[in-house]
């Protein structure tokens, strides 16, 4: 006969497996490989722990703590209490970290209203309290947060893309002024070089014209000695 610990432990446990199922149908896509919720997203999060979007953290603490010492693998020994205990966790966690569960929020709240859009609704219409639209929404919020999953790849590899151009035009800058400074510096490092070249130059300049002048004056000087023995004396 089952102890109202058993059925209590079923429930738990039954409410968790609808995570599964709901997730089943998420459609495979490059953003989406394979059917395992990703972790910033998750439509049923809140109903692990049966809470509705918008709850304070303080609810979402004391929902877990309850929950969790239901079915903890050492005190319940269902053989699904592992897995479903790493569910209830995981939804926590997220659930806990605001930004993600800002983003759940805004999701939930962006798939109602295109819900009641889809189907001509106002908020006072009673379709909103069965079962069936609570199932259409779900459905809904799924497909807005694996829509918005593949915006936000999108701008992610869009941006990959332009730091990648903007490292590039850096890099060829840093390239451009390492040569100039190589440059420089090899200029610099020759500069003692140029001088002495330049100077041995012109000294090598003034010593060629000094030595013509001297070989001019020494091709003169046999000539007046001809001219000399030439002359004959008078008389």
Not at 39 to 44: I, L, M, V
Not at 100 to 113: K, S, T
Not at 171 to 183: C, G, L, T
């Amino acid at each position: 006969m089952s102890t109202d610990q058993d059925k209590e432990d079923k429930a738990a446990l039954d409410a968790l497996e609808t995570e599964a199922k709901e997730w089943d149908k998420l459609p495979i896509s490059p953003s989406f490989p394979e059917r395992s919720p990703p972790t910033d997203h998750g439509p049923c999060r809140y109903a692990i722990l049966d809470l509705q979007p918008g709850v304070p953290e303080s609810d979402i603490k004391i929902t877990y703590r309850k929950k969790s010492l239901m079915i903890h693998p050492d005190k319940c020994k269902n053989p699904q209490a592992p897995e479903a205990f790493d569910r209830l966790k995981k939804a926590q966690v997220e659930l806990m970290d605001e930004k993600h569960r800002e983003r759940l929020d805004e999701a939930i709240a962006d798939a109602r209203m295109l819900l009641l859009r889809e189907r001509k609704l106002t908020v006072d219409s009673e379709e909103l309290k069965t079962d069936d639209f609570a199932r259409r929404w779900r459905d809904k919020a799924t497909e807005v947060l694996v829509d918005n999953e593949r915006r936000r790849q999108r701008q992610l590899r869009a941006q990959m893309q332009e730091e990648g151009r903007e490292q590039r035009r850096q890099d060829d800058e840093a390239d451009v002024r390492k040569r100039k400074r190589q440059h420089e510096q090899d200029w610099e490092a020759t500069r003692d070089d140029r001088i002495t070249n330049w100077r041995q130059f012109h000294k090598g300049g003034k010593a060629g014209g000094s030595g013509g002048a001297a070989a001019g004056s020494g091709g003169a000087e046999p000539d007046k000695k001809k001219k000399k023995k030439k002359m004959k004396p008078i008389g």
